[in-house]
C-alpha cells in the first residue's frame, strides 16, 4: 500500500491527513511539538501551571485569532470543510465586534466580489476551544480511520539514499537511518525557510538535490513575518472588560492587536483571556532573542494577573514578494519513476484548508509521483 508522510500537524496537514486516508493509502503524520494546530496555536490555563493533569480553567488563542472566508457556503470544496466543523461545534459564527483598521473585512455581511462572479461575504469563525480544535478534529477523523500520529517527534533528516529510497531520522534517534517503503511521499507542510535550511529548525540531508533550480530560486523569494504572542489570565469573576469591542487592531507602536479572547471564542470558562499581538518590525526584532521579555523590560509580576503565556517567535504569517512564481497550495520538489516523491504543501495563497485539498488532489492525479493508489 502506498504511504504518504506529513510534516506537520497544522491545519494544512490535518485536512490533507484525512483526505488521504479518505483515499486509502496509508498515512502517517509527524508533529515537532507535543499538540496540534501549528500556526493556530492555542494556549490551554490550568489551575496549576505546568501540570498537564491539572484541571483547565481557560483558552487563549496565541497564532491566528479568527477564520476568515470569502466562499459562500454552497462553495464545492470549501462549503463541505466549514459545514463539518461548524456542525460538530468546532467552529461558530463570530459576529463580535472588530475595532481599528480590520484587515479581514469589518462584518460577515460586507459583500465582496467571489471566484463565481458573484457576490461574495465576508464570514468570520471562532473556535470555542480555540482554533487548534481545527486540526484536532481533523486528526481525529483520521486516527479513527487508521491513520499513525507522533506528536514530540522533529523530523530532523531526510536523504536520498543510492537507488532513490527516500531515508529519515527523527531528532534524539540513533542507529541507522529509517527508510521509506518505495510507493512513498513527503508532504512537507512546515514554512518554506524550515525546509531550505534558512531557520533555525531547518532540515538536514541531501533531499533538495534534485529539485529543479528554478523551482528552489522561487521558494527562496519567499519571505516570512514574525509576530509576537502574549496571553493573561484573570479570574473571570474578578475581571471586568472597560471596552465595546471584542477585537481591536491599532496602527503604529509596539501594539498592533488586543482581544478579549475568552469573549471572541463565545466561552463561558473559569478565567478570561486577553491577547495581545506585537507587530512585525517589533517580531522580526525580537525573533531570534531567547528572553525578550526580560531584555525589554517587559517581564511581567504574573500574580498580578494570573497567569502569562508567551507565544513563539518563529516563522508567522507568509508574506508573498512580487517575484514569486509558485503553484498554490502545492510545490512539487521531487517525482521519481520509483513512485516517490517529495512536495512541500502549505496554505501559501490559498489558505490552509484548500491547501490540503489541493495537495491531496496533486496526489491522486500522479502530480508527485505515478498515480498511486491501494
Known amino acids: ?44 490555563f490550568r489551575e496549576s501551571p505546568g501540570t498537564r493533569d491539572a484541571p483547565v480553567v481557560g483558552h487563549a488563542d496565541l497564532g491566528a485569532q479568527y477564520i476568515t472566508t470569502r466562499s459562500s457556503e454552497d462553495h464545492p470544496q470549501l462549503g463541505p470543510i466549514y459545514r463539518r466543523l461548524t456542525d460538530a461545534g468546532v467552529l461558530r459564527a463570530f459576529d463580535g465586534e472588530v475595532a481599528g ?15 463565481s462572479g458573484g457576490a461574495g461575504i465576508v464570514r468570520h469563525f471562532t473556535a470555542p476551544q480555540g482554533l487548534r480544535a481545527v486540526s484536532q478534529h481533523f486528526l481525529e477523523v483520521g486516527q ?5 500520529l507522533s506528536f514530540g517527534a522533529a523530523l530532523e533528516e531526510v536523504s536520498l539514499a543510492p537507488g532513490g529510497t527516500v531515508v529519515l531520522r527523527l531528532a534524539g534517534a540513533e542507529g541507522p537511518l529509517e527508510a521509506l517503503a518505495e510507493k ?3 508532504v512537507f507542510t512546515q514554512p518554506v525557510p524550515q525546509v531550505l535550511g534558512a ?18 530560486a522561487g521558494l527562496r523569494k519567499v519571505q516570512y513575518s ?16 472597560p471596552y465595546a469591542w471584542d477585537v481591536s487592531y491599532f496602527e503604529g507602536g509596539h501594539v498592533r492587536y488586543v482581544s478579549h479572547d475568552t469573549a471572541k471564542r463565545g466561552a463561558v470558562e473559569p478565567s478570561a483571556s ?54 498554490p497550495g502545492v510545490q512539487r520538489l521531487r ?28 496526489l491522486s492525479l500522479g502530480v508527485l509521483h505515478d498515480p498511486i493508489s491501494r
Open 335 to 362: 517525482r521519481s519513476q520509483a513512485r516517490s516523491g517529495l512536495a512541500l504543501g502549505s496554505g501559501l495563497r490559498t489558505g490552509c484548508c484548500r491547501g490540503g485539498q489541493r495537495i491531496a488532489a496533486a
Open 184 to 186: 512513498a511521499v513527503i
Open 1 to 44: 500500500m502506498a504511504q504518504v508522510l506529513i510534516v506537520g500537524a497544522g491545519v494544512t496537514g490535518s485536512v490533507l491527513a484525512m483526505l488521504v486516508r479518505e483515499m486509502g493509502l496509508t498515512v502517517r503524520v509527524l508533529e515537532k511539538s507535543l499538540g496540534a494546530g501549528g500556526r493556530m496555536s492555542t494556549h490551554t
Open 226 to 241: 514574525s509576530r509576537f504572542a502574549m496571553a493573561f489570565s484573570f479570574s473571570s469573576s474578578d475581571f471586568k472588560w
Open 274 to 327: 486577553i491577547v495581545v499581538h506585537s507587530g512585525v518590525p517589533l517580531g522580526m526584532e525580537l525573533v531570534d532573542e531567547e528572553e525578550p521579555l526580560s531584555r525589554r523590560g517587559w517581564a511581567s509580576d504574573e500574580g498580578a494577573c494570573g497567569q502569562v503565556a508567551r507565544g513563539p517567535l518563529e516563522d508567522g504569517d507568509f508574506n508573498e514578494g512580487p517575484q514569486v512564481a509558485l503553484q
Open 199 to 216: 531557520s533555525k529548525h531547518s532540515l538536514k540531508g541531501n533531499f533538495l538535490q534534485s529539485t529543479d533550480q528554478s523551482v528552489l
Open 144 to 148: 479513527t480511520a487508521g491513520q499513525t
Open 101 to 115: 483598521p480590520n484587515p479581514y473585512g469589518a462584518s460577515s455581511s460586507e459583500a465582496r466580489p467571489s471566484s
